[in-house]
């Protein structure tokens, strides 16, 4: 695939212009890009999961596994250049990918869909390679311009090159065969001198080996920090929307619209909850019993 190509031969000074000019060439005006997680099953912290925004729950369904759960996250146009330039600045090599033969059919609109049942993406940093194993489904437009790029991720693994834990690993076996030694040996016993410094010598070759394999800041899902942080931005954006409407509506500046609008809902978010109150009462409350709803009423308005 030429986006690949381009993907790959990307100048060296991974310039967001450049990223721009690749967008613009190879996605629709209104693209999406998706990473589903609700099929995963190796997530090892499923605090990570947490770390996508809420919000992405109602906004939209994976086409592949129907799931709406909100795990997983969604890039429109406009992030993708940006989201492409910290990729390869956050030390990604090359990110290749895997497919079987598509599945591929026309909609009635127009447009085609190609869909992967199997499809491998590939992650390659300098030390580390992430290999994603899911399904894939991209939909073109009439343009051939890509609309939709959804990956339903299934697992992932991270592997590290033999090379780079061996020494390590080595180093702890010769510590704990020294340590064995100066137990064996002394038929006197061990002095707690000798003690500490074989502890010593264990704790560094450990924290050596915890250091190689901690090279990449990834979160469990195998996402750098960064990307996943660059991916959330939007979403927070979209989240102040209504603050801007209402800085715009009431032609006041973003700290002071941020003082009245923190009232306003407050006082919105109050009356909702008095609302709310009364009906439970209502419907709670024995007909009659109405000095005891206002007793409760009373208590709600002082909280
Ligand atoms: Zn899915």
């Known amino acids: ?8 031969h990307r100048p060296q000074e991974d310039s967001i212009l450049y990223w721009r000019k690749f967008v613009v060439q190879y996605f629709a005006q209104r693209a999406r890009k998706r990473w589903c997680l609700a099929m995963y099953d190796n997530v090892g912290n499923q605090a990570a999961l947490g770390a996508f925004p809420r919000s992405s729950t109602e906004a939209w369904q994976c086409g592949i596994c129907g799931s709406k759960s909100g795990k997983g996250f969604e890039a429109t146009f406009e ?6 330039q910290i990729k390869f600045d956050r030390g990604v090599i090359d990110e290749l990918l895997f497919v079987d033969l598509p599945n591929e059919y026309r909609l009635p ?4 869909v190609l869909e992967y049942a199997k499809a491998v993406q590939e992650t390659v940093y300098d030390q580390l390679r992430v290999v994603r194993e899911g399904q894939l489904r991209i939909i073109f ?36 065969q020294k340590v064995q030694n100066t137990v064996t ?5 061990v002095s707690a001198q000798e003690m500490q410094a074989n502890c010593n010598m264990f704790v560094t070759a450990g924290r050596q080996l915890a250091r190689s394999l901690e090279l990449q800041s990834l979160n469990d899902l195998g996402f750098s920090k960064r990307y996943v942080r660059c991916l959330q931005a939007p ?4 989240s102040m929307k209504d603050l801007i409407e209402f800085s715009q509506e009431h032609k006041t500046g973003p700290i002071e619209s ?11 978010l109050q009356s909702q909850k008095m609302q709310e109150m009364e009906q439970l009462v209502n419907a709670q409350c024995l007909p009659g019993d109405q000095s005891t709803l206002n007793k409760f009423l009373e208590c709600c308005r002082t909280e």
């Open 79 to 84: 992030v993708l250049p940006r989201l492409n």
């Open 109 to 112: 609109s127009g447009v085609m």
């Open 235 to 238: 979403e927070v954006v979209s």
């Open 185 to 189: 040996e002394s038929s006197a016993g």
């Open 141 to 176: 437009s009439q343009e051939l311009k890509i609309l939709l790029w959804e990956f339903c991720a299934r697992r992932h693994e991270e592997f590290f090159p033999r090379r780079l834990v061996a020494p390590q690993v080595n180093q702890l076996l010769q510590v704990a």
């Open 1 to 8: 695939m030429q986006y690949i190509y381009h993907q790959r």
């Open 258 to 268: 941020l003082k009245n609008y923190a009232q306003q809902a407050a006082a919105k």
